[in-house]
């Protein structure tokens, strides 16, 4: 099934073509530096920017994947989560195509798109996992932890009660003036840093069993910590950096740990992630680490361009999990859930 894919839910404009799980194209126009002087998404730029990109992204898709309109079977598009007026524009797009090429539209959840992510490309892994499996999305706007009994069932557990992981890191960047998006600036100042050179709290530390992820109060201290070491010199900034980093992924680890402990009987060893925050090395580190000791398969897109917001993991969700919607019914939905 060849699908044009379609995905405006934050700051990214993209379109793809997949057939199946395969990859024919992948079409991912950032907005990213025109939100640098906000320091965050600026909703209304947002949708500007889609408006704009949209038709090129789309024509760029096809032409990559060596396909027209005419030729495609259907057309897939986010519909949520995301941000109401950047969803709108996407889902008005592959309305308007669906209508005028008499294709089916097929209307996607980002975040479930995000945990199929690592089916891209790989249909070995989707002929012979067993279920159920992990899944596990960390993302600018999600962080949540799933058990995926078959594709389209899902039950949560784990989640964010404030910050997603990619949001916090995004804060911490801009506490310390680095820029946006910051998760992946702040990356690189990590290297040069000492991840024990500050002592931060691991938010729930001992009370893992809670099984939830938050982050309010680790940005709360990083923000204090921030201000009494006033003025910044390069070498604290690093050293901020790696300590930030490094707290708030371990939460992340000693939060799965708890789960993966708890749920060993019901043998599930196989570990789905997605989401911007999978392109950082620390954290693929630690999860392989993770992994390896609970004997347990991990599976990451197998490019980092699969990892942040993209239309190809849109596709390919289309096709495992269709939801056809007549495109006179189609609409937006912002705080879409999975479950
Ligand atoms: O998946 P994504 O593109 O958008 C959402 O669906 O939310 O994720 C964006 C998030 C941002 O918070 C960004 O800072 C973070 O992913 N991110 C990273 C890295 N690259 C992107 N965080 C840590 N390390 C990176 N290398």
């Known amino acids: 099934m060849k699908i044009l894919a379609i995905d405006t839910s934050c700051d990214e404009t993209a379109a793809a073509v ?3 799980t395969k990859v024919l194209s992948n079409v991912v126009w950032s907005q990213a530096s025109a939100h640098t002087k906000f320091g965050g998404v600026m909703p209304s730029l947002a949708q500007r920017m889609h408006e704009e990109r949209i038709d090129w992204v789309i024509k760029k898709a096809l032409n990559t994947g060596h396909c027209s309109l005419d030729t495609v079977d259907c057309i897939a598009v986010t519909i949520g989560p995301g941000l109401s007026i950047a969803l709108k524009i996407g889902v008005n797009k592959a309305k308007e195509l669906a209508i005028e090429y008499k294709k089916p539209l097929i209307a996607v959840n980002h975040v479930e798109a995000h945990l199929l992510s690592p089916f891209a490309n790989n249909e070995y892994l989707v002929s012979s996992i067993k279920y159920p499996v992990y899944g596990l999305c ?6 949540i932890f799933v058990k995926i009994n078959k594709i389209g ?9 404030d910050d997603a992981l990619g949001e916090a890191l995004d804060k911490a960047a801009r506490m310390l003036w680095l820029g946006y998006p910051g998760g992946a600036i702040l990356e690189k100042f990590t290297k040069f840093g000492n991840s024990k050179a500050y002592s931060l709290p691991i938010p729930i530390v001992g009370q893992e069993k809670r099984k939830i992820f938050t982050y309010s109060g680790l940005k709360s201290a990083f923000y204090r910590l921030v201000e009494k070491e006033k003025p910044l010199t390069k070498e604290k900034i690093y050293n901020l950096a790696a300590s930030f980093q490094n707290v708030a992924f371990e939460h992340l680890i000693r939060v799965l740990r708890f789960i993966f402990t708890d749920h060993r009987p019901l043998n ?3 570990l789905l992630v997605g989401g911007g925050v999978t392109a950082n090395i620390e954290l693929r580190k630690k999860l392989r680490d993770l992994c390896k000791e609970y004997d347990i398969k991990l599976h990451i897109p197998y490019s980092k361009k699969l990892c942040g917001d993209n239309a190809a993991m849109i596709g390919v969700t289309a096709f495992l999990n269709p939801k056809y919607v007549p495109p006179s019914k189609i609409d937006r939905n912002p705080n879409l859930k999975i479950f």
């Open 18 to 20: 997949t057939e199946n």
């Open 138 to 143: 960390v993302s600018g706007g999600n962080t």
């Open 153 to 161: 069932s899902y039950e949560i557990l784990a989640q964010t009660v």
């Open 268 to 270: 599930t060893d196989h």
